[in-house]
């Protein structure tokens, strides 16, 4: 199901956020439309008009572009509270998948940018921190090697949660083509790091970190 016939069959307008959350991410959800997505579900699709922006109230969501040979590249993870879906141009460069059930405020681009004030601040905060990812995620695939790779994702995801135990949404495909690995390359990283007690797998998809200042050293 495309993502415009979602928009178009969503009824139930969006609820405000729960109490204590960010005033202006208050607003955002009283303007916009939750909606929805099942695991693997198309959010929107790549080469899109622009013409919506998301946050993500529940689960995780990946941006990926297929190349005209069938090789994927991901373009990055998205969590509860994060934005996308923000492009400089007219159209979206990278589709967006649910990586996992998922609740996802939908509201209109030219919306967002005729209420002025404090969220036009935060289009051009999410403009500029999206542009920042993405010259890190170069520095990334350019310079590191694999195992820093895998060191840094996974840094990534600790210091971005508040948890002691961290939830893994993607899986281990999802991951060697945001790292530009192989699948085996990835997997053979995370029982090196395993083995030497950085890290933790509690489950497949869930992992904590023992030893944080050698992961931190070993991404640096």
Not at 100 to 115: F, G
Not at 139 to 162: C, P
Request: hydrophobic share 40%.
């Amino acid at each position: 199901m495309s993502f415009a016939h979602n928009f178009q069959d969503a009824i139930h307008p969006a609820r405000a956020e729960p109490a204590g959350v960010d005033d202006t991410l208050d607003i955002l959800g009283r303007m916009g439309v939750r909606i929805a997505y099942a695991k693997d579900e198309e959010i929107y699709g790549q080469d899109e008009t622009a013409d919506l922006v998301y946050r993500v109230i529940q689960g995780a969501v990946r941006t990926s572009r297929v190349m005209s040979d069938g090789r994927r590249q991901i373009g990055d993870f998205y969590r509860t509270g994060d934005l996308f879906g923000f492009e400089t141009g007219s159209h979206h460069r990278f589709a967006a998948e649910a990586l996992q059930d998922c609740v996802i405020l939908v509201l209109k681009r030219s919306t967002l940018k005729s209420a002025g004030g404090d969220l036009e601040r935060l289009t051009w905060a999410t403009t500029n921190r999206e542009l920042d990812r993405a010259q890190e995620h170069l520095l990334l695939l350019g310079r590191k090697t694999a195992s820093e790779r895998v060191a840094s994702f996974l840094l990534d995801l600790v210091r971005g949660s508040k948890e002691d135990t961290i939830d893994l949404p993607m899986g281990r495909q999802d991951m060697a083509d945001y790292l530009g690995l192989t699948i085996e390359t990835v997997s053979r990283m995370l029982s090196q790091l395993q083995a030497s007690r950085i890290v933790c797998f509690t489950a497949t998809r869930k992992f904590r970190t023992p030893n944080i200042a050698a992961l931190a050293k070993l991404a640096a």
